[in-house]
């Protein structure tokens, strides 16, 4: 075997294995499948988040504080990872719109955060939690 085919063999070897290690990370980095909640558990979060959104309106800062909790916990029960790199997208927005919020103490900022919240729970509580929340917007005639 000479120095050339040696050199080729050695580039395909190291090819080979970034590829292998490119697959592997993809695979540790992909969303997690979820765990599913007892009905009596989803119950519990949407009559929860129920509570936190009627206290909105009156306080604001309260609330938004609240939902980031509960949404964490529902993520924790499920499965989901924590570290701030794979929390769903709702959640990241979510808490940089409470900080503006908190920091300037603007409402809409915290509204917007809110909202945030709420899409990252209706995604976290899945299908039948929503049918258990319905959306109580009206239509205009």
């Known amino acids: 075997m000479d120095l050339a085919t ?11 294995i970034a590829v ?13 499948g979820l765990a599913p909640l007892a009905p009596e558990t989803r119950d519990r979060y949407v009559q929860t988040w129920r509570q936190i959104a009627a206290t909105f309106i009156h306080s604001p800062h309260e609330a938004a504080r609240q939902a980031d909790a509960l949404v964490m916990s529902l993520l924790r029960e499920r499965g989901h990872p924590l570290d701030h790199e794979r929390l769903p997208r709702q959640m990241i927005d979510a808490r940089r719109s409470r900080l ?6 603007e409402t809409e900022a915290l509204r917007q ?13 899945g299908r039948a939690g929503r049918e258990a929340a319905p959306d109580r917007r009206r239509e205009m005639a």
């Open 6 to 16: 040696l050199v080729v063999d050695v580039v395909i070897a190291l090819w080979v």
């Open 20 to 32: 292998l290690v490119a697959v592997l990370r993809a695979w540790q980095a992909r969303t997690p």
């Open 113 to 125: 955060a809110f909202l945030h919240y709420r899409a990252a729970f209706e995604r976290a509580i």
């Open 100 to 105: 503006v919020g908190e920091e300037r103490g």
